[in-house]
C-alpha cells in the first residue's frame, strides 16, 4: 500500500527505501538538471549507458540539420540522493562533438561536456510536455513500479547564437518530481 501511493519503493535484491518528497524541477529558458538538484538540497549524478551514430531525419530536421547528418544518440540516467530522477536521449550532430562520449563518461554532464567544446551556456528553444504510462526499459532504470507514469519533455536547445545544438527527451519518474515551468 505504501508503494502504490508513492511513499516507498522496493528494488529487487536490495531492499525497500523510504521516497523523498518530490524535486522541484524547473523549466525554462536556462535547464540545467545538476542546478536544480542542488537547489533542492540533494546530490546529482549522471551516468552514461549508451552513445551510437545514428541518421535519424527527425532529430535533423529539428537540429536544423540536413536529414542524412550522422548524429550522436545519447542515452543517459540521472539521479538524485541515488534515487533516479530520469532516463534521457539526446541527440547532438556528431562532427560538432567529435569526443562528447568521453567528457559524458567522465562527468556525467551535458553541460560540462558542451563546455569541453566551446559552449559556455545555452539556452532552451522548446520544451513539450507530455504523460504516459513507464515503458519496462524506463520501469528498469528508474526503478519503478508497473503501472507508474513518466513525464515525457521534449526539448532543444541552442548555442549562444541561436544554433540548435542538442535534441532531447527526458522521461522523469512522475512521483518524484514536480515540474515548475517558467520562463
Not at 56 to 66: H, S, T, W
Amino acid at each position: 500500500m505504501l508503494a502504490e501511493r508513492g511513499m516507498v519503493r522496493s528494488v529487487q535484491g536490495r531492499g525497500s527505501f523510504v521516497e523523498e518528497a518530490p524535486l522541484r524541477y524547473a523549466i525554462g529558458r536556462r535547464v540545467r538538471f545538476s542546478e536544480n538538484v542542488i537547489a533542492a538540497g540533494r546530490s546529482p549524478r549522471g551516468r552514461l549507458i549508451g552513445v551510437a551514430t545514428v541518421v535519424d531525419a527527425e532529430p535533423a530536421r529539428r537540429l536544423a540539420l540536413p536529414p542524412r547528418t550522422p548524429l550522436l544518440r545519447v542515452e543517459l540516467v540521472s539521479s538524485a540522493n541515488a534515487v533516479p530522477l530520469s532516463r534521457s536521449t539526446s541527440w547532438f550532430e556528431q562532427a560538432r562533438f567529435e569526443g562528447l562520449e568521453a567528457e559524458l563518461h567522465r562527468t556525467g554532464s551535458v553541460s560540462r561536456a558542451f563546455a569541453a567544446h566551446g559552449i559556455a551556456d545555452y539556452t532552451r528553444l522548446e520544451t513539450v510536455i507530455s504523460a504516459r504510462p513507464v515503458d519496462p526499459a524506463e520501469q528498469e532504470l528508474l526503478e519503478l513500479p508497473a503501472g507508474r507514469a513518466v513525464l515525457v519533455v521534449d526539448a532543444v536547445n541552442a548555442d549562444a547564437g541561436g544554433r540548435p545544438i542538442q535534441v532531447q527527451r527526458t522521461r522523469f519518474a512522475a512521483d518524484r518530481v514536480h515540474l515548475i515551468v517558467g520562463s
